[in-house]
Every structure is written in C-alpha cells, then in structure tokens.
C-alpha cells in the first residue's frame, strides 16, 4: 500500500516528523502546529481536503462504497450516562464517543476493556467506572517528551486514569508491543493511537489477532473528523485490516467520531449528510478540580 506515499508531496511541508511509527494520538500535534500552520497559509487546507478525497476515490474503487452503514447511538444509550472526567480540551473525544465506550462496557458483566492511546485517561477513566479491568497503551514519557519538549505534555498523560485501581497502563509502541504476553483477550477495544493507515491497519491486525474472542467490540475512533464528515484514511485501513467475514459488521455510530466492530445483528441504515436530527441531548457541565 503506498497511497500514502503519493499523497504525502501534496502537502508541501504541513509534516514536520514522522509519526507514522508512534501510537501516540497524531491529533494532538496535529493540533498545535495545523491551526498555525493554516493560520498563516490558509490555502493550504486544500491539500488536506485533497488528501481526503484521494483516500475516498480508494476507498469507492476498492470496496465500492462511501461510508459504513450507520447505527444510532440510541441503539446502546437509551437513558441518561454521567460523562466524568471530562476536560473540554483539545486532543480527545468527544463526550459521545466516551458515552458509548461506557454503555458497551455497562451492559458487558465484568467487562475486560483494552485501548491503544491513553492521553489525559479520559476514555479509560470513565469505562473503569463500569468495568471489570483495563488497560491502556501509550509510548513511555521519553518518548512523549522527544514529539514536542514539553513537560506539561508529558504531565497530561494519565492525569485522570493515573490512581485507578483497576487500569493498567502499558508503555510501549503499539506496532510492536508484544500482545501475545497478555495473554488475555478482551470483550471491548478502542483503538485511538496514530492515524495514519499504516498504523491503523497495523493496529487493527494485532487486535484481530491477539486480542479479540468471537464476540469482542472493537471502536476505532477518528472514523470522522466530525459525525458527518468521514475521515477515509481511517475507512481504508479499516477495511483493508478486517477480513472479509468481518466486513459486514463494520458500523458508524452515529452522533460519534466512531467505527464499530459489532458481530450481533442490529438495524442499520445508508449515512446521509446533513440529516434532519432525529433525536437531541442534554449536557449539564459541572466543574471538578483536578
């Protein structure tokens, strides 16, 4: 697969280092030098929206669609879900994407739970609160502190999941940590690491293979920029990892920036941009020290 490779030149220095071997979120530091970068050179914007539309021509000649059926959240959370901790702070999901993560986890007894990308502990914080054990995995602080020279960075990691009895947290790359020496499989997964394809079909592939039993869930989140705006880079590692037999089970919750691995049959229907709004939340804020 060199897509990627191709598409790379066209973004005329927007990539200062490589991150295509670091399972750390590529968003974080996508954010504090895109919005700068864009600031001073608008135009450039074009060339990721280029990018995008490359991967979607990919993704439409290769397997002949567009988007994954899609789900309604209401599917998993028909009532109310406490979010906490949540920071409002760039980086992270969104609190939907955490929510759904929580309810698949509540309505699992005892659930065993595993990420790739931990940054504040927000996702693994709240499902701690509704699950059996969990671990996350992240690169170690050095390595941490060599993609930006900040400690406040580093410090941020693990700020919320750092005193949860039940979490444990892994160091490593998460192209080559060893897997097979958890000896464990799990009954939910998010993989939240790198985006880009490599790592996310890599990422995908040692889940499918180590990790997951007949019935595991797995999310990928960054399956969109936005709930309505499809982020196909993810969508082709996506389905260029899964097998065939998994396919079409492939999901897009809706009203989350998430895929879903999910094998039991649920209804589903065609993603229309843009849609009229079937249903709409509440969100109460409080505020919590830290």
């Known amino acids: 697969m060199n897509i990627r490779n191709q598409l790379l030149p066209k973004l005329y220095g927007l990539r200062v280092f490589d991150f295509s071997r670091k399972p750390i979120l590529k968003k974080i530091y996508k954010t504090f030098k895109a919005l700068g970068i864009l600031i001073r050179d608008p135009w450039k914007l074009n060339f990721i929206l280029d990018q995008n539309e490359e991967w979607e021509g990919f993704v439409r000649k290769k397997y002949q ?3 994954l059926p899609v789900i ?8 109310n879900i406490l979010v906490e901790p949540f920071a409002f702070l760039d980086g992270g999901s969104i609190p939907t994407d955490i929510a759904l993560l929580k309810q698949l986890a509540s309505d699992i007894r005892n659930c065993r739970y595993f ?3 931990t940054w504040r502990g927000e996702s693994v914080s ?3 609160a509704a699950s059996g054990i969990c671990y996350s995995l992240n690169l170690p602080d050095e390595e941490l502190f060599k ?24 160091s490593g790359d998460s192209r080559t940590f060893d897997y097979e020496s958890l000896n464990m499989k799990f009954d939910l997964i998010f993989i939240d690491g ?26 990928w989140h960054d399956y969109t920029y936005t709930p309505e705006s499809i982020r196909y880079e993810t969508l082709a590692a996506i389905l260029d990892a899964c097998p065939p037999v998994l396919q079409p089970f492939l999901y897009h919750v809706k009203n989350t920036n ?23 939340f509440s969100v109460q804020i409080k505020v919590n020290p830290v």
């Open 65 to 67: 669609l567009t988007s």
């Open 72 to 79: 309604p959240l209401t599917s998993f959370i028909q009532d």
């Open 115 to 117: 990420e790739i990308g």
């Open 126 to 128: 709240n499902v701690a």
């Open 147 to 170: 993609l930006l020279n900040s400690e406040d960075f580093v410090a941020s990691h693990r700020l919320f999941s750092k005193n949860f009895k039940n979490i444990t947290h892994l």
């Open 194 to 219: 790198d985006h880009h394809y490599e790592t996310i079909a890599k990422d995908t592939r040692n889940v499918l293979q180590y990790l997951c039993h007949e019935e595991t869930i797995v999310v």
């Open 258 to 280: 998430c895929a879903l691995l999910y094998r039991k049959g649920i209804p589903s229907f065609s993603f229309k941009k843009f849609a009229r709004p079937d249903h709409c």
